[in-house]
């Protein structure tokens, strides 16, 4: 009780108490005295990561592989805390397909879309359940036994209530270089990097703000409260139709209604549409069963209470030519989705929104940095980099993303190179063949991360470099450390859909890929592209492709290549057989480093041996003491 007068009063004379009074304002001239006062006491790491879910855990785990000093702050009791309530219907959504008749690892993890990387192979999702769209309850206990068998450093029961950065050096006109956050608890920390991985934090309620209107994350689940009712469900993505199929067994009548028209999974390719797990409410709608999907912009529209009924009705009557049952409700519930938590960064740090018109993500840049060095933005709301083309708003995808950012940070303030492959160009396609028929993470994170095969024409060797951000090609050098010179050359992989993949009026089931190799350009399933640069693209050929995409309307990858070698989509990706992949990667690989990679079998090196005093380029392995007579074809060359 003392303590809480003693608080007020702190409070009301404007002397400050982290985490409680809500007074710090980084605007304010006193802020860098007051924040270097704080920081005395602070709990002090390299890294500082925002959130114990999903991308906050995986981005840890990479830490601490690295031995970076590193804590993780989350504000609740229990790792993934998010997974605790949602999905509100508590099915997953995401797949989880445990057999894939494979005993390839890799492989295996491009259809395993809810595990993080790690190096336990006891902690792979489908160790937990066979069930393809699991329980949200089985994600809750592998997050927990991820975080815990991990020994992962993370600060519960801690929720971040302010982030900024102040001059720690007290320099006259310095610039602030230092992290600091303040918390509920009291406890006040300090970093040189900020993660932000705190997801979409907080519901996007679009204006439907009166009390009588359930949102999705506090709607009652109890089935009775919705027999023989008349329900409104406002929205028309996944959260809408999942709480459709929820209530449709009880429900008198369900009407969806949004501005926006139902976008299929299955159409688009793009996972955060609508999934075929939950449209099984449009079954009920176009078999006329007292259900309906309706259309109607939600920015001119609201919700009242009709006076004699006491039922909601939508204001300004629905005109008879819109499609919707009735307009006395006796249950409204919003399915706005969900915005990121933009409140707790001060006006030094606040990135401001991605999008003009969203308050979905927060601005970041390609390297999922801000414009404040040493703020980035990880999983969930770092979408907006690939919102709508790829995978990178879950797990699947963003566990590479992380991946990807870990090597960026490694680079830029440890220098520690990009991981990267050595291997001779002479069978290069075989290696090339393999991984493309493996890798995981540009299969999950297909035109946003790419495999980059840098090719030596003087020494004749490869280096691979695995899941690279495509859109940051241009800073290869600068990113990864690897020293290009005019001996080296780029080939970039990339895995694309074609142009007519999908979207409204194409019958996506009939709309097979071609099977000619001559057509492969015009391939419409997934599919590998090959890009060669005889130097590496700049800045101003990546900003051509903005301008690209605005003019044309297609989404293009990458800028216009020196040469590029198209495969064709294969439904069980493989693309590893003799003619149509080995025999014609190795000579477009011929081709542009102008170089002879034939591999020649011992009894034709044995006989070119005899009938000549120099040996093809493809005996070399014989020359190098390999086969009969090896000794005198090693002398013969040298």
């Not at 400050?16 to 605007?27: H, L, R, T």
């Not at 309906?292 to 909601?312: E, F, G, L, W």
């Amino acid at each position: 009780m003392a303590y809480g007068i003693m608080l007020v009063f702190l409070c009301i004379f404007s002397i400050v108490i982290p985490g409680n009074c809500m007074m710090y304002d980084d605007s304010k001239e006193d802020f860098d005295k007051q924040a270097r006062k704080a920081s005395d006491a602070a709990i002090h790491h390299d890294y500082c990561v925002l959130g114990a879910g999903p991308a906050g855990l995986q981005m840890a785990y990479f830490l601490k592989s690295s031995n970076r000093d590193y804590i993780v702050i989350e504000r609740n009791n229990v790792s993934g805390s998010y997974y605790t309530t949602m999905p509100r219907h508590r099915t997953l959504i995401s797949i989880n397909k445990l057999y894939t008749g494979r005993d390839n690892k890799l492989f295996n993890e491009r259809h395993d879309w809810n595990s993080l990387l790690s190096d336990d192979e006891d902690l792979l999702f489908g160790k937990y359940t066979e069930q393809m769209f699991p329980s949200a309850d089985y994600m809750v206990q592998y997050l927990s036994d991820y975080s815990r068998k991990l020994k992962l450093n993370i600060d519960y029961n801690t929720e971040v209530t302010y982030v900024s950065k102040f001059n720690k050096d007290n320099k006259m006109n310095g610039e602030p270089n230092l992290f600091i956050m303040f918390t509920k608890t009291q406890k006040v920390y300090t970093c040189n990097k900020v993660l932000a991985a705190t997801g979409w934090a907080v519901p996007h309620k679009a204006g439907f703000t009166q009390d009588y209107i359930w949102g999705y994350e506090d709607m009652d689940l109890d089935l009775a409260k919705y027999r023989g009712k008349h329900v409104l469900i406002i929205g028309k993505a996944n959260s809408a139709f999942e709480t459709a199929n929820h209530i449709r067994d009880v429900a008198a009548s369900i009407t969806v209604l949004s501005g926006k028209r139902a976008i299929l999974a299955w159409q688009t390719h793009y996972v955060g549409d609508i999934r075929a797990i939950n449209s099984e409410f449009i079954d009920l709608y176009q078999l006329k069963s007292l259900n309906i999907i309706a259309q109607r912009d939600a920015r001119n529209m609201s919700i009242v209470v009709d006076p004699k009924t006491k039922k909601y009705i939508i204001s300004n009557d629905i005109k008879e030519s819109d499609e919707v049952p009735t307009n006395q409700f006796d249950v409204v519930i919003r399915c706005t989705g969900f915005k990121w938590d933009s409140k707790i960064y001060g006006s030094r740090v606040a990135p401001g929104n991605a999008f003009p018109t969203s308050e979905k993500f927060p601005k970041i840049n390609q390297d999922f940095q801000t414009n404040t060095p040493g703020l980035y933005f990880i999983g969930t709301i770092a979408h907006s980099l690939d919102f709508r083309k790829s995978a990178g708003g879950f797990i699947h995808g963003y566990r590479y993303t992380d991946k990807a950012l870990h090597n960026i940070l490694e680079h830029r303030y440890h220098g520690v190179n990009w991981p990267s492959t050595a291997i001779p160009l002479r069978g290069a396609e075989t290696y090339m063949l393999k991984r493309v028929s493996e890798m995981a993470g540009p299969y999950q994170m297909f035109s946003f991360l790419a495999e980059v095969y840098i090719i030596n024409k003087e020494t004749r060797t490869v280096h691979h470099f695995a899941e690279y951000p495509i859109r940051l090609i241009h800073r290869f050098q600068e990113i990864t450390g690897f020293n290009m010179t005019p001996s080296t050359v780029m080939i970039v992989l990339n895995l694309e859909y074609g142009k007519t993949f999908g979207g409204p009026g194409y019958d996506v089931l009939n709309n097979v890929h071609l099977p000619v190799t001559e057509d492969a350009h015009k391939e419409t399933l997934l599919h590998p592209v090959w890009y060669y640069y005889a130097t590496p693209p700049t800045q101003s050929d990546m900003k051509l492709i903005d301008i690209e995409e605005a003019e044309t309307g297609y989404k293009v990858h990458l800028p216009i290549p020196d040469d590029v070698y198209v495969f064709l989509g294969n439904v069980l990706t493989e693309w590893n057989y003799s003619k149509p992949h080995s025999l014609q990667l190795r000579r477009w690989l011929e081709k542009i480093t102008g170089t002879d990679l034939r591999a020649m079998a011992v009894p034709t090196c044995f006989k070119a041996s005899l009938m000549s005093d120099k040996l093809p380029p493809g005996c070399n392995g014989y020359a190098l003491g390999f086969g009969v007579f090896s000794q005198i074809a090693k002398e013969m060359n040298g």
